[in-house]
């Protein structure tokens, strides 16, 4: 296994305008004039200081993350008047911030493959956002702004750094798809509130258990274990054209019996459309089948120490691994099973360990039917 040493990267980013025409009745803080004329009425930031109050949670967690952020008042500011050490990744090249530099911080976030994005705004902010991140990584909005329909926003600020404390510790943490929308703030001032869906993104929250369980909040295995194959059996359903590679283990197995196919418990093999395709395959066997073909594959947690790359699934090689991406690893497992990890992050040992160090971070992990969790691999 990798000795490459990985810890959380948080990205940060503040709209610094976020809420100044808020209590200067101007219903919005959108375009530069309505923020000149907030800023000419005596407006003062507050963006900063709700993220601050968000990052404060984060105090005794010294060491065990590092912090990707945007020059100036776009994060750096917050960053050195709390003592946090971050590494600028985007610079705005007027004080002045607009929308295009949230966007233009948000795609140097992605291509840093941070853990977790929290920024700071309002709407306008979440929608910039949206419109570069999608569902590539996950989002945790520290509400700043005048208006606040989207659901991507912690009710508070500290929510969200307790949240984000969360994931930093290995809490098991619920992620869903939430709504970002914004209203026209023009109509808005002429009394009219017309709101807008402007797509979605991945958000972590709170762990709740939402199904498939018992009195006191314990899970019923087969339960679980039913709810997880029906989901990928439905993921499945929905892309007829991909090659599925099925890693060992039981849950992956429960998969294959709900779906009335054969397995291979201690191996691997490969479904499409429905049909099992090959069985039992070597490294090379799979390589040359999914070549060119698009392709996910279906790993769970396996042996004693979280292992979820190089534990009775070697077929998997780092070639392979490259050729489909994180993106295409779908992590299959019981809520219980990743309890018992105590909070130690998944294991990853493809046998490249630069592969290992690119693939570490937050993992999405299917723990039910559309149910799944944010979980750390290194």
Not at 83 to 108: F, H, W
């Amino acid at each position: 296994m990798s000795n490459a040493i990985s810890t959380f990267r948080l990205g940060i980013i503040v709209n610094p305008f976020a809420g100044i025409g808020g209590a200067l009745a101007l219903k919005g803080s959108d375009g530069a004039e309505v923020r000149a004329k907030a800023l000419a009425m005596g407006a003062e930031k507050k963006a900063n200081e709700k993220m601050a109050k968000a990052l404060s949670i984060l105090e005794a967690l010294s060491g065990q993350f590092t912090v990707l952020t945007a020059a100036g008042e776009m994060g750096e500011s917050v960053c050195q008047s709390m003592g946090i050490a971050c590494d600028v990744i985007y610079t705005p090249s007027n004080e002045q911030t607009e929308a295009q530099d949230s966007e233009l911080a948000a795609k140097a976030m992605v291509e840093a493959n941070v853990d977790l994005l929290l920024f700071a705004g309002g709407d306008g902010t979440a929608r910039n956002i949206c419109s570069v991140v999608g569902t590539c990584i996950p989002v945790l909005g520290v509400p700043a702004g005048c208006k606040i329909h989207s659901g991507v926003y912690c009710v508070s600020p500290s929510a969200a750094g307790q949240v984000v404390s969360q994931m930093i510790t290995g809490a098991l943490v619920s992620e869903m798809d939430a709504e970002v929308r914004d209203i026209d703030e023009d109509a808005f001032r002429r009394g009219k509130v017309i709101a807008k869906h402007y797509g979605e993104m991945r958000v972590p929250a709170e762990l709740t258990y939402v199904q498939a369980v018992k009195m006191g909040g314990k899970e019923d295995e087969a339960l679980v274990l039913d709810d997880i194959a029906a989901y990928v059996s439905e993921l499945m359903d929905d892309d007829p054209d991909t090659y599925f590679v099925m890693g060992s283990g039981s849950t992956v197995g429960a998969v294959m019996e709900f779906m009335g196919l054969d397995n291979t418990l201690l191996g691997v093999d490969i479904v499409k459309s429905g049909e099992l395709v090959a069985s039992d395959v070597t490294a090379e066997e799979l390589i040359n089948i999914t070549r060119n073909h698009c392709c996910k594959v279906v790993l769970t947690v396996i042996g004693g120490q979280g292992h979820i790359l190089g534990r009775g699934n070697q077929q998997l090689s780092p070639e392979f691994i490259r050729q489909i991406g994180k993106t295409n690893m779908l992590v299959v497992a019981t809520k219980q099973k990743l309890q018992a990890l105590n909070g130690k992050p998944l294991r990853l040992d493809s046998g490249d360990a630069q592969l290992d160090l690119e693939l570490s971070g937050a993992f999405t992990v299917i723990t039910g039917y559309k149910d799944k969790v944010l979980y750390n691999a290194q």
